[in-house]
């Protein structure tokens, strides 16, 4: 049973417009969710998070929204950026002092110029 | 200050070989996890240390995989014997408590892992 979803395996924007990646999960005890990013052949990298107890973060050109009672969330890059294509992979992390990160399947993301 | 740093990067072997793979942590870090990547997958949790001690190695396949963390540092990720379903990508990854705050962890670029 997949916790986390990305149900888009792949997203094509045009350069300068926005870019919105989403995710599903279903274990509502997750106290935080987070976003990564990765380039071929190189190890994921912490784009952005949020806690369970807030429904917005932004952080320069990425926004992420939590939508709790959907159990939704989903990553908005504006404007987005040639450098912005990538595979995104979100995750969601177990409470009360466990540090696992259950991650969903990846949305490759391709800026067209 | 250096990342999480991994090696090999690339190995071929045939089945039935044993295979290691090698991690060092960012410096200060004591938490370190092992993660397992699939083709077109997530990274899925094989194993987590705070310092030497694992404490979550629920997902690890004992049967043929070990892992150790010697001193609290260096880890090293075993398998013997390897099977054709072992390829995969091996991630290994550091966090430290100023980090935890946020989830956030440090991923090395990965041991990419062929059996033929």
């Known amino acids: 049973d997949q916790q986390v979803k990305q149900n888009s395996p792949s997203l094509s924007v045009q350069e300068g417009r926005i870019s919105i990646l989403n995710c599903d999960y279903t274990n509502s005890m997750f106290d935080y969710f987070l976003w990564y990013k990765k380039y071929p052949a190189e190890g994921p990298t912490f784009l952005i998070s949020i806690s369970s107890i807030k429904d917005k973060n932004e952080d320069g050109r990425f926004t992420v929204f939590l939508n709790k009672s959907a159990k939704h969330l989903s990553l908005h890059i504006v404007p987005s950026q040639p450098g912005d294509s990538a595979v995104y992979f979100c995750?969601?992390?177990?409470?009360?002092?466990?540090?696992?990160?259950?991650f969903g399947t990846g949305t490759r993301l391709t800026i067209i110029p | 200050e250096a990342g999480v740093v991994q090696s090999p990067r690339y190995k071929i072997i045939e089945k039935k070989q044993p295979v290691a793979f090698w991690c060092n942590p960012i410096s200060g870090h004591n938490t370190l996890y092992w993660y397992l990547q699939n083709l077109g997958q997530g990274p899925e949790l094989l194993i987590r240390?705070?310092?030497?001690?694992?404490?979550?190695d629920s997902q690890l396949p004992k049967d043929r995989f070990s892992a150790e963390r010697l001193k609290g540092v260096d880890s090293t990720l075993k398998i013997q014997p390897a099977e054709l379903g072992d390829s995969a990508v091996y991630l290994c990854a550091s966090s430290s408590r100023g980090t935890r705050g946020t989830g956030e962890l440090f991923f090395g670029e990965g041991s990419r892992l062929t059996v033929l």
């Open positions: 995750a969601a992390r177990e409470p009360f002092g466990n540090e696992k990160l259950t």
């Open positions: 240390y705070e310092n030497e001690e694992a404490v979550d």
